[in-house]
């Protein structure tokens, strides 16, 4: 009998858990470092809802006045406007920079040096510019994706072959028609896998960001996060580290994944 | 031994007068053609065979307005070539489909480039295009769900559905297996018999070269240029396989060899 694919992840994971509760039960380390698993799921419980509606029947007031549900809104909202800006903004100068060679000697040069520079650099230059506010994550998560998007798309562009652009000039296609109906559909997947790494790069940034700054405009998961650290919850930590991740795993199971896929299998180039 | 010059021809399509190019590579300047003097009849398969080298498919890129001559001209009808162009399209080595569309929308991408007509038209035009290479029922394929010949077909479609004056063929048929490849030569010479269409082929394959052109025009390497040309006589439909045509084949080979500096 063949067992089902997930059986053999969840025994393996629940034993980890398992032998983690365990060794921190007997004693063996101080669980203010680290909580027991267990811990984190009550913090859970205690973030997600506040109690006093909870407890008056007000499930869904409780969720809303809960701390989990309303910093995850505030961080996925910054990350998801930041995203779209630095993508909008990233594909075509990415697509500038693979068109003229000049702008790609300088300007892409830059972006290749600049996608190095770890986005928390940007911190203290946004909190000087855009003040203790809104803008200033934004900004910090835009640098993040930016330079990304703009070297994928670079190097995507210059890799559609040169096949295509001979067979369809040949048909008379130019300018705008040979970009939007050539060189962009075929550039596609290399700018896909741009965006997911974007996304990362925004993700990352956006977290250094929160922790960095107290942000009066929004308490985001970083926030939650660093307040964790204050009042040495270590549970607070560890299960908005668990939050964190679940939102990148998330985002690319309902988001990148599935559209790699669609790709992938419209072209022929499923495995 | 200087090349023959063809007689000037008043109804020629393409007219190439001492066309010279040269590249820059990593050995210095290589002059990939010199002097080429040619002309292209309205109506004509006119076919170009030569050696790996020999700057047959720099030939069909100049033809195409892909490259630039360095000397000499290129005229279709009295239209210099200097862009590419509908009236010339070009069927490459590798099919070169966009793998983004199905096979329809491959072949209605250049027919949707030429002004002047309805989409009914033009859906009508494509459909019209792959049922004549035998493929009306693959329209939602997309290219990788077709074989190598069934995606030169689609090729071919593409290259014939805007109706250009000029067909240009890259070597189409050679990452093709010897059986699909027969079979094209078919579909081919039943196409061109039917619409009468212009049409350049460069192949390095003599077979191939005197099974599908009414001339055959055999270039030398180092620089390009042309050696000889050959009337073909022989009546169509012609076979791979047909005895006249092997004799034939087997005098440009023996011209070939005997002539190879």
Redesign the interface.
């Given at each position: 009998m063949k067992l089902p694919r997930f059986v053999i992840p969840t025994f393996i994971a629940l034993a980890v858990l398992g032998g983690w509760e365990w060794f921190v039960r007997a004693g063996h380390v101080n669980d203010v470092l680290v909580p027991a698993p267990s811990h984190i799921l009550q913090w859970f419980w205690w973030a997600l809802f506040d109690q006093a509606s909870f407890e008056s029947g007000q499930y869904l007031a409780a969720i809303q006045k809960g701390e989990l549900l309303p910093a995850t809104w505030v961080t996925m909202r910054r990350l998801i406007i930041g995203f779209a800006i630095g993508a909008a903004i990233g594909i075509p100068l990415g697509a500038l920079c693979a068109r003229v060679r000049w702008v790609r000697d300088t300007f892409g040069v830059l972006a290749l040096g600049l996608q190095t520079l770890p986005s928390v650099c940007w911190v203290p230059l946004a909190l000087l510019w855009f003040g203790i506010r809104e803008e200033a994550v934004l900004f910090v998560v835009v640098m993040g994706t930016l330079w990304a998007v703009v070297i994928a798309v670079q190097e995507s562009v210059l890799n559609v072959q040169p096949?295509?652009l001979?067979?369809?000039?040949?048909?008379?296609?130019k300018g705008w028609?040979l970009w939007s109906?050539?060189i962009f559909?075929?550039a596609?997947p290399g700018v896909l896998s741009g965006m997911k790494q974007g996304w990362a790069f925004a993700w990352r940034s956006l977290m250094a960001a929160e922790i960095f700054v107290v942000i009066v405009t929004g308490f985001g998961l970083g926030s939650l996060l660093n307040a964790g650290r204050e009042l040495l919850r270590m549970d607070q930590v560890m299960g908005v580290m668990a939050v964190v991740m679940l939102v990148g795993l998330l985002a690319d199971l309902v988001f990148f994944a599935p559209l790699e896929r669609w790709l992938r299998r419209?072209?022929?180039?499923e495995r | 031994m200087s090349p023959p010059i063809p007689k000037s021809n008043a109804q020629a399509a393409l007219t190439l007068r001492n066309v010279t190019k040269r590249f820059d590579g990593s050995a210095g300047r290589v002059t990939a053609l010199e002097d080429i003097t040619l002309d292209v009849r309205e109506g004509e398969f006119l076919v170009v065979v030569g050696p790996s080298g020999c700057g047959k498919s720099t030939l069909l890129s100049l033809l195409a307005g892909l490259e630039h001559t360095d000397e000499g001209a290129i005229k279709l009808g009295d239209e210099p070539v200097h862009s590419p162009g509908r009236d010339r399209l070009v069927m490459f080595q590798q099919d070169a489909l966009f793998p983004w569309l199905n096979a329809l929308e491959n072949v209605l991408f250049g027919l949707r480039l030429k002004p002047g007509l309805t989409d009914a038209e033009r859906l009508e035009s494509a459909r019209y295009y792959l049922n004549l290479v035998g493929l009306g029922n693959k329209e939602k394929a997309r290219p990788h769900e077709l074989s190598g010949g069934m995606r030169q077909r689609v090729a071919l479609a593409r290259s014939l559905a805007p109706n250009p004056r000029v067909l240009l063929m890259d070597e189409p048929f050679s990452a093709l297996d010897a059986l699909t490849r027969e079979q094209l030569y078919g579909d081919i010479q039943a196409i061109f018999t039917k619409r009468k269409k212009t049409i350049v082929l460069v192949t390095h394959n003599i077979r191939e070269a005197v099974c599908l052109g009414d001339r055959v025009v055999l270039f030398s390497p180092n620089p390009g240029r042309v050696q000889q040309v050959f009337d073909v006589n022989l009546p169509r439909p012609r076979r791979m396989n047909d005895p006249a045509l092997a004799n034939l084949a087997a005098e440009v080979t023996t011209f070939l060899s005997s002539h190879r500096g």
């Open positions: 096949l295509y001979r067979a369809a000039q040949t048909m008379g296609s028609h109906r050539v559909p075929a596609l419209s072209r022929g180039l | -």
